[in-house]
């Protein structure tokens, strides 16, 4: 049995909708974080399985990054699932993800995969949003399995970052990847996505993806982040050329 952590900040029709009401009839789903991060988006839904809430004071400082510190707060399992409020995980995929992470607790697994680059001339990280499955560097946080000690570890070590998160557009752009590498550091055995798709539903106009800067953003972060980590034995980014 897993929790969910969920964020509702602007698309709280999904929410309310769609996506809670189908993790309410998942067994294997015993507990639903639901974190309301926005005062204005506030809605009722009564379930045993439903915790709320009220962190729209933490989200002002932490951004996106709150969805660690709800999950450090408020699980009552080891193993966490995050997912957003544009997608909903098929059974399938939820099971296979489910059972990877049984396999090796201290590997993050999930869906949604992606390798980190380095441009071989200047030596710089760089992200590029070109999914793999299999062994990856880092996952999305539209389906991410964690265990509460990554998670806790990612919140201890937060503070590593300094100011990063007040230099994005999106507070804390970049959480997903601090997640997965700070546990790979850790565990050094590196994250993992299985080949089973999610469902999109309705983005509407808040989507963090599409901010102009958000690549920029992530790039910076990468950059930042191996300048406090040294990479560890396993990383081998992909390396390119720019043009």
């Given at each position: 049995?897993?929790?969910?952590?969920?964020?509702?900040?602007?698309?709280?029709?999904?929410?309310?909708?769609?996506i809670l009401p189908y993790y309410d009839n998942i067994m294997a789903v015993g507990q639903i974080i639901l974190v309301h991060c926005f005062e204005q988006t506030v809605f009722e839904y009564n379930s045993p399985k439903v915790q709320h809430v009220y962190e729209w004071e933490t989200d002002k400082e932490y951004g996106v990054f709150t969805r660690y510190i709800a999950a450090k707060k408020y699980t009552k399992n080891r193993c966490v699932l995050f997912t957003d409020d544009d997608v909903i995980i098929p059974a399938k995929t939820l099971s296979m993800v489910y059972q990877k992470w049984k396999e090796n607790p201290k590997r993050i697994v999930g869906a949604e995969g992606r390798r980190?680059?380095?441009?071989?001339?200047?030596?710089?990280?760089?992200y590029r949003s070109t999914a793999f499955h299999g062994d990856v560097d880092f996952l999305l946080t539209s389906c991410c399995m964690a265990s509460y000690e990554n998670i806790l570890a990612a919140c201890n070590q937060?503070?590593?970052?300094?100011?990063?998160k007040n230099t994005t557009v999106i507070k804390w752009n970049g959480e997903d990847m601090f997640l997965c590498l700070t546990a790979s550091s850790y565990h050094d055995v590196k994250c993992y996505s299985v080949d089973?798709?999610?469902?999109s539903l309705d983005e509407g106009t808040h989507v963090i993806s599409r901010v102009d800067s958000h690549i920029q953003e992530r790039c910076r972060f990468l950059n930042l982040f191996f300048s406090k980590y040294a990479p560890v034995t396993y990383f081998q980014p992909i390396e390119i050329a720019l043009k």
């Open positions: 049995v897993c929790s969910s952590d969920l964020m509702n900040f602007k698309r709280s029709d999904n929410i309310k909708n769609h980190i680059y380095k441009d071989i001339a200047t030596g710089e990280y760089l937060e503070p590593v970052m300094e100011n990063y089973s798709p999610v469902v």
